[in-house]
């Protein structure tokens, strides 16, 4: 099913749908066709084009601080911080963005819940040791007691994630702090709604942060069109999940 969820996105990014366009263009000599999806995938790939389309997905407020929620139960961090690193002794994780770690460790910290959950996300495809493991040792090399620290059953997206934190709640509670990045807060707040839990959001990581224009930024560039595909995905599974809410009541 992971596989399923991954390709499907990836047939309607920009990537699919201008090479659709160059077929459907050959194939039927609309050369117009191709012209007008090349300057589509141009403008798509403008930083300024794709920023301001991430900052859609990030409409969630501002940085929240500890002062700003209320206690809870438990504080949440979903996965999705690290990436494995072979080294001569082995295959082991690394940081690449630990922004949601840390938001984490600020409401842990501030004594915000009594408990910490990690999430065991394991892709099929990932090799090396569950990211939770150096999320779990980095936590009580800060000074959090083990004994509030829980990581929960292997997951592969944010609904089993859901499932798997709602299982250790049953007898803890129901109201969470959940900290994932700002813009996968909304579909993220949708399964953990779904479960039944009370969802206080505390969106970290926010990639559209104030700067100011730049010639620069009207050049299209590969990492550009990657941010605006990364919307796209984003945008498709927050549709999916709000329907599939919806549906089974």
Avoid at 9 to 35: D, E, H, T
Avoid at 66 to 91: N, Q
Avoid at 114 to 120: G, L, S, V, Y
């Amino acid at each position: 099913m992971i596989y399923l969820h991954k390709i499907l996105p990836a047939l309607l990014s920009p990537y699919s749908l201008f090479l659709a366009c160059i077929i459907i263009g050959l194939v039927k000599r609309k050369y117009l066709i191709i012209w007008a999806a090349l300057i589509g995938v141009l403008i798509l790939s403008m930083p300024v084009v794709s920023s301001f389309l991430f900052a859609q997905l990030e409409t969630v407020g501002s940085r929240k601080t500890p002062e700003d929620v209320y206690p809870a139960d438990a504080i949440v961090v979903l996965s999705g911080m690290t990436h494995s690193i072979r080294t001569a002794k082995g295959i082991i994780s690394e940081w690449k963005d630990p922004d949601r770690f840390f938001g984490g460790m600020e409401l842990i910290k501030a004594k915000k819940a009594p408990i910490i959950i990690f999430t065991k996300g394991k892709l099929p495809w990932k090799i090396g040791p569950p990211e939770s493991e150096l999320l779990e040792a980095t936590a009580i090399g800060m000074g959090v007691h083990p004994q509030q620290i829980l990581v929960t059953g292997e997951v592969e997206n944010t609904e089993d994630e859901s499932r798997e934190v709602k299982k250790i709640m049953q007898s803890r509670g129901n109201r969470i702090i959940l900290v994932t990045s700002a813009f996968h807060i909304r579909r993220a707040t949708i399964n953990f709604e779904k479960e039944g839990l009370d969802v206080q959001a505390y969106p970290v990581d926010f990639k559209s942060g104030e700067y100011a224009l730049t010639p620069m930024d009207f050049i299209p560039n590969p990492n550009a069109l990657a941010t605006t595909e990364k919307c796209v995905r984003e945008l498709i599974g927050t549709v999916y999940y709000t329907l599939k809410a919806i549906v089974n009541g």
